[in-house]
């Protein structure tokens, strides 16, 4: 729930950012004309010959041919209108454009082009150029375009009269640097998620939010502001950050959902669009001449089938109940509808096919935050179930490192914690063994002995000052800490007849035990480990029983420089 109400507010934020690119602001050119008609011709025609063929030219705002060796446009200026002053058009590569401003007299200036000559709009997906420049009023202008790569650049061809004589930055440029910068926070996420919890979808998100971010930042012209680049750099790297988004959403995607809510096939399918869209790109970007009309209907239908495998991957999860996937269809499905569109239009029309750029600005910002829910929700699934399954490990290891029988430690791992125990102020040892046990399990059996043996666990339970352990047969170890760590643990020696004549009726008399303490204190200078001191409590513990049983022997170790201070007493 909480999850939905956060991508509620990252969808209002969106439309209230939708709303203020949809603002209009200031135009710095006036538009003065679209193309009025124009004709497909070979590379041996020119404007000339083709106005000689009135039936040549088509008047309509669409039947473009991409095909076409050349592209005629021809733009007509009405009388007493502004004069214009450059040519504007969609960023696409070409191979050469011939520019022509005619007077009504005939008089006439020509510039002929390259697409270096072209320079990138600081908004939009556009590049422009300046009109030749006559000393009369033009009254037409010709485009002449050989080897155009994308209709956008034939059906969005017009011409202007600029208002401003140096680029300004607007309200858009603002909105949208707004934006950019806004989501360079999932590389912050990331990197701190990343640092907790080493998960490859984090990789994966982090390299499609920066190729995302930098599509954004191209196609937008924000980019223009900044750098110097040529329209060809353009176009291969709005392709390339395009399609290098692409291929990191359907990797992260494989990688986020959950291993039991995909098959394998669904994960290798996903995996499969890298080489797939990597081609394609390829060969629209720079496909050989022959196909030059098709490549971009082919490089636009060959997200089709990606299209459909986003949607049938998403439908197997929804379906299987993942929790991760919900996140991806609210992140793709804008993003899916308007590179649905783009497809349909860009392969079915034969005009003006649909760019839809400010939508898909609009879709990139809605996957990128949403799918940085996804990783926020994703990461903290999974960082619970690590936890669920550190505490499992932990629970196992103390079953294991517990005695069965008394619910104490068992002797594993005493002496690799005994230094960490010494410098947490466990500094007294004591051995503590059951006088006479050997008898109780010869006259009433081991199951006898081993209830007195778990009756003995509970008198020597542990405490935050005294941990307890089990060595073995009816022999106990005690490490407890503070000032009168002796005296407690001559206390725990003493309740043990107490507890076992409790839970064991019936015995032939109280079951006593022998004790040997070593108590060594903070801030004595230590040259012995815990064998050492182990064994020397084991000595006091059989001088203990040669004393008569049913007592403790303890003494208190003060070492200085390798002389040894002991005071002995006995209980």
């Not at 300004?168 to 909105?175: K, P, S, V, W």
């Not at 937008?220 to 392709?239: E, M, R, Y």
């Not at 290098?244 to 990797?251: D, F, P």
Request: glycine share 8%.
């Amino acid at each position: 729930m909480r999850a939905g109400r956060t991508i509620g507010i990252a969808l209002a934020m969106a439309a209230a950012w939708l709303l203020g690119l949809a603002m209009p602001s200031a135009a710095s050119a006036d538009v003065l004309a679209t193309a009025n008609c124009h004709a497909s011709a070979t590379l041996a025609e020119d404007y000339d010959a083709l106005a000689r063929a009135p039936d040549r030219w088509r008047c309509s705002s669409g039947d473009w041919e991409l095909a076409a060796d050349r592209t005629l446009i021809r733009f007509a200026v009405a009388p007493g209108a502004p004069q214009p002053n450059r040519f504007v058009t969609r960023v696409t590569r070409f191979a050469a454009l011939k520019l022509t401003v005619i007077a009504a007299d005939g008089t006439r200036a020509t510039h002929t082009l390259s697409s270096a000559d072209m320079q990138p709009g600081t908004r939009d997906w556009l590049m422009l150029t300046a009109l030749p420049r006559i000393d009369r009023p033009i009254v037409t202008v010709v485009a002449e375009i050989d080897g155009a790569r994308h209709l956008g650049m034939l059906g969005k061809a017009r011409i202007e009269r600029a208002t401003a004589a140096t680029p300004t930055i607007g309200r858009f440029e603002l909105i949208m640097a707004g934006l950019c910068g806004l989501l360079c926070a999932p590389f912050l996420f990331n990197l701190a998620f990343y640092r907790v919890l080493r998960e490859r979808f984090l990789i994966w998100h982090t390299c499609g939010v920066g190729l995302m971010l930098a599509q954004m930042v191209i196609t937008s012209g924000l980019i223009n502001h900044f750098a110097a680049l040529s329209i060809d750099t353009l176009c291969i790297l709005s392709a390339g950050t395009f399609g290098g988004g692409a291929i990191c959403a359907a990797m992260f995607g494989a990688d986020l959902i959950e291993p039991d809510k995909l098959d394998p096939l669904h994960r290798r399918l996903l995996a499969a669009t890298a080489p797939w869209i990597a081609g394609f790109t390829l060969f629209y970007l720079f496909g050989g001449e022959t196909l030059r009309g098709l490549a971009a209907s082919i490089y636009y239908l060959s997200f089709v089938p990606i299209i459909a495998l986003f949607c049938w991957v998403m439908g197997v999860a929804l379906h299987r109940g993942s929790r991760a996937v919900r996140f991806q269809i609210a992140a793709w499905t804008p993003f899916l509808l308007v590179g649905a569109v783009r497809v349909g239009t860009s392969v079915a029309t034969d005009g003006n096919p649909l760019a839809l750029d400010f939508e898909q600005h609009l879709a990139i910002v809605a996957e990128i935050l949403i799918t940085a829910l996804a990783v926020v929700d994703r990461f903290m699934v999974l960082r619970r179930q690590r936890d669920h399954a550190r505490f499992e490990t932990r629970q196992l290891e103390q079953a294991v490192a517990r005695d069965p029988l008394t619910g104490l430690f068992n002797r594993r791992g005493i002496e690799g914690r005994f230094e960490k125990l010494r410098s947490a102020g466990f500094d007294t040892l004591a051995v503590i063994d059951l006088d006479n046990f050997k008898a109780i399990n010869d006259a009433r059996g081991h199951a006898v002995g081993d209830q007195v043996l778990a009756a003995t666990g509970l008198a020597l339970q542990d405490d935050p000052d005294l941990i307890a352990w089990r060595l073995g047969g009816e022999e106990f170890l005690l490490l407890l800490r503070g000032s009168n760590a002796t005296r407690r643990a001559e206390a725990r020696r003493q309740a043990i007849p107490t507890r076992v004549a409790t839970l064991v009726p019936g015995l032939p008399g109280p079951v006593t035990a022998s004790m040997g303490v070593i108590e060594l204190p903070r801030g004595t200078m230590l040259g012995s480990g815990y064998a050492e001191l182990y064994a020397h409590a084991d000595r006091l513990l059989y001088e203990a029983k040669r004393a008569g049983r049913n007592r403790m022997i303890a003494e208190k170790l003060t070492v200085f420089a390798g002389n040894e201070r002991r005071v002995a007493t006995a209980a």
